[in-house]
């Protein structure tokens, strides 16, 4: 019998590339190093006799061939992923695994704290990797297996190829600093309008889907500063009078941090539920299945910032 002349993990950057348009994407997309990948590349190259990739402005491009080989490469890994691989058992107390979870940064704070701490008291050999995906990506990531699992609240992620589970509601809350000097215990519609205002932006997510609801709403607010990341936001609400409005479960975390008030809004708007969503190809996927498993375990009908020792947060905020 003729053994296959290719290291099919080649297929893997080959697929990277195809994603990513770049050497340097493709390595953080697979977790290697760039010279790792070009040395990759180069093997391609060698085995198909023909560049594959070349250079366009700034991205690589595929040739003719590059392009014939993009739908037979995505086929052979979805079908390793999904009935080669799912035969093998997973033991997470023995397993090495290397998990890939797409969280927004809100989710890193909100979801991580716990689901590390139960994969360490599991499955201590297990790795995990959070990663930032555009919504629009997110899908395409998922089909390529670049991704694992998605956490959080995805406007964009409808495809038929995609299974979800509801993990629990999330409401919306008003940040304002501890001696706001007009704002106390209660918000008002009217302070409400008065204040200052931080507004994060981000496509896709939770806070597009508050300010389009205040769209509707009518409410004409002044914002004094847009922003695409929450990072700051806490700093920017304890050192001024601004206030934000923001996730209950990342405003508890702020509010217990740096001994900000966490309002109920003047006015009624519905929460969001926040999902994990997985891809078909690792339906049945024992490892991902497990993974899985242990997400709804720790977060299906619970906010995990609700529950966490307001202890530890005092250590982190003397």
């Known amino acids: 019998m003729d053994m296959i002349p290719l290291d099919l ?38 085995h198909f006799g023909d560049d594959l990739f070349v250079r366009q402005g700034g991205a690589m491009v595929p040739t003719a061939l590059g392009e014939a080989l993009r739908d037979p ?60 995906t555009e919504p629009a990506q997110l899908v395409d990531g998922m089909a390529r297996g670049t991704i694992d699992l998605a956490i959080g609240h995805l406007t964009d992620a409808n495809s038929a190829s995609l299974f979800e589970q509801t993990l629990f509601v999330q409401h919306f809350v008003c940040l304002v600093r501890g001696r706001h000097p007009t704002i106390g215990e209660a918000l008002s519609l009217d302070q409400f309008l008065a204040a200052d205002h931080i ?4 496509e ?14 009518g409410l004409d607010r002044r914002i004094a500063l847009h922003s695409p990341h929450f990072m700051s936001v806490p700093l920017l609400v304890a050192g001024s009078d601004m206030i934000t409005v923001v996730p209950q479960a990342v405003g508890r975390i702020y509010a217990r941090l740096l001994g900000l008030k966490l309002l109920p809004l003047p006015f009624a708007v519905p929460g969001v539920e ?18 899985r498993k242990l997400v709804a375990e720790c977060f299906i009908g619970r906010d ?15």
Do not use: C, K
């Open 73 to 132: 490469v995505l086929r052979t890994l979805a079908t390793i992923q999904s009935e080669i691989l799912p035969a093998g058992r997973f033991d997470p107390a023995r397993s090495d695994r290397s998990f890939t979870i797409s969280l927004s940064d809100l989710g890193d704070l909100v979801f991580l704290p716990d689901l590390m701490a139960r994969l360490r008291e599991r499955a201590p050999g297990v790795t995990v990797r959070s990663v930032a």
């Open 204 to 217: 896709g997510r939770s806070q597009e889907r508050f300010e389009r609801q205040v769209r509707e709403l």
């Open 274 to 291: 926040l999902r994990q969503f997985w891809h078909r190809r690792s339906h049945t996927d024992p490892a991902v299945s497990w993974l």
């Open 9 to 46: 993990n080649l297929l893997r950057v080959l697929d990277a590339l195809f994603s990513q348009a770049s050497v340097s994407g493709a390595a953080r997309a697979l977790g290697l190093t760039q010279p790792g990948v070009s040395i990759a590349l180069r093997r391609l190259r060698e």
């Open 199 to 202: 507004v994060v932006s981000q």
């Open 304 to 318: 995990p910032t609700q529950a966490r020792d307001s202890a530890f947060w005092a250590d982190y905020s003397e």
